[in-house]
């Protein structure tokens, strides 16, 4: 995710780091998807988001049996997998694009947005390999480009609805959204991480999470639009570790205003400004190999004032369950509470299931959220909002996956002239 204006967007999420971002199996691991095939879910002892990096080159290796094989790239994934394994060297790159259209818009304003991104990712263990205790540098840069007049992440406030669509898809330009040092200790059990961090790898984490691979409406997603990230490469510290068996726990701290254009810039500010973004969760599963399926989880974040921006301190409560049953679906029930801080909505209740008809490639989301805009951040007596969303993501190839998404936006907060508004989205991924 990336900052976003100020009381447009709550801006994005700095922290931390998943408790579990260790590849191979410690835990934390990226996947744009959730789970065997990209998208659905995989059992790994990972407490990580489908974005984190090495769940992604995990994924992206594995993702299931696709519709369609291009046997000549054959060499070059092996080539990717014999760097890993001798050298603990991982890599891996992808562009994806997406395009929206809506029913209609306020005066004046754009009824369809695309925007593209151009992603380098990876991580290199560097010490430890033998060990368990695994010392890794993990990177993600990103080139984040517009088509249209309007990127999807602009969209949504041209139509009087207080949300956003695929909040990464913009036109922000060359940025580092992780740059960081992850170390296990404990054979996995703690991760440590310190630098450039996304938040949204590991703060109030589900298996259909990412704008990549699932849902296009940023209210499935993240603290499901009622808490008040920061930008999504943000300076800053995390910790998460396996309390038992079955409990885990997760903390981070990070500056509020990083700035991902200008990684390097905020080292000052983040010791003299003394602005934060911070969060505690604790979480239940009943395995650790279960983690990304089975899982009950409570977040508590605060937010400092935003000097550079006005917006106000604040905090907040998420709550996510979710359970995956006959290894096809997987019903989630998600919501949170926010006291000022800036967010989209102070309160918002998501549920919802994915259901993933074959299996290890293609999935079918359907979601339904009841949100109520945040009083500090758009003004009093704006109505509650209701949303629909349906995806299906199919893989088409190892390389690539197509996602068409119907939304139906029930009482747009800010347009109070429109009772409804029916959007339109296709996503592509491609991923070498």
Do not use: C
């Amino acid at each position: 995710m990336e900052p976003i204006q100020s009381r447009k967007w709550p801006v994005l999420i700095l922290v931390g780091a998943g408790v579990l971002a260790a590849t191979g199996g410690a835990v934390g691991q990226e996947a744009d998807s959730t789970a065997a095939a990209q998208d659905t879910v995989r059992a790994r002892p990972s407490l990580a988001g489908p974005d984190q990096v090495d769940s992604q080159l995990e994924t992206d290796a594995d993702p299931g049996e696709p519709l369609i094989t291009f046997g000549f790239l054959d060499p070059y994934f092996g080539f990717k997998e014999r760097l890993k394994e001798s050298s603990g060297f991982g890599f891996g790159l992808d562009y994806s694009a997406v395009y929206l259209t809506a029913s209609s818009s306020l005066e004046g304003e754009e009824d369809k947005g695309s925007s593209g991104m151009f992603r380098l990712f990876g991580s290199w263990e560097l010490v430890g390999r033998e060990s368990g205790n695994t010392g890794a540098f993990v990177y993600k840069l990103e080139h984040r480009h517009r088509y249209t007049e309007v990127s999807p992440k602009s969209l949504s406030f041209g139509l009087g609805y207080v949300g956003l669509f695929e909040p990464p898809f913009s036109d922000q330009g060359f940025r580092v959204t992780n740059l960081y040092w992850r170390q296990a200790l404990g054979k996995g059990r703690l991760i440590l991480l310190a630098g450039f961090l996304d938040a949204t790898d590991f703060v109030d984490v589900y298996a259909l999470a990412s704008p990549w691979l699932h849902f296009m409406n940023f209210m499935f997603s993240t603290g499901s639009a009622a808490m008040a990230l920061p930008n999504d490469a943000l300076l800053g510290l995390a910790a998460g570790a396996w309390l038992s068996d079955h409990v885990y726990a997760i903390a981070s701290l990070g500056d509020n205003a990083s700035d991902p254009t200008k990684p390097f810039t905020g080292f000052d500010r983040f010791f003299s400004v003394n602005e934060y973004f911070k969060s505690v969760e604790v979480g239940w599963t009943t395995a650790q190999d279960r983690a990304y399926f089975d899982n009950i989880h409570l977040t508590f974040w605060h937010s400092d004032e935003k000097s550079e921006t006005g917006d106000p301190s604040g905090w907040g409560l998420n709550a996510s369950a979710t359970w995956f049953l006959a290894d096809k679906w997987m019903p989630f029930l998600r919501g949170g509470y926010a006291k000022d801080g800036g967010s989209l909505l102070q309160g918002s209740i998501s549920t919802g299931v994915g259901y993933q008809w074959i299996p290890g490639r293609d999935l079918l989301g359907f979601g339904f959220n009841w949100g109520q805009p945040n009083e500090t951040t758009w003004g009093e007596r704006l109505r509650d909002q209701y949303t629909f969303e349906l995806f299906w993501r199919w893989q088409l190839a190892k390389q690539l996956a197509v996602t068409p998404d119907l939304q139906l936006l029930i009482n747009p907060a800010t347009n109070p002239d429109q009772g409804s508004i029916w959007m339109f989205g296709l996503r592509g991924r491609l991923a070498l």
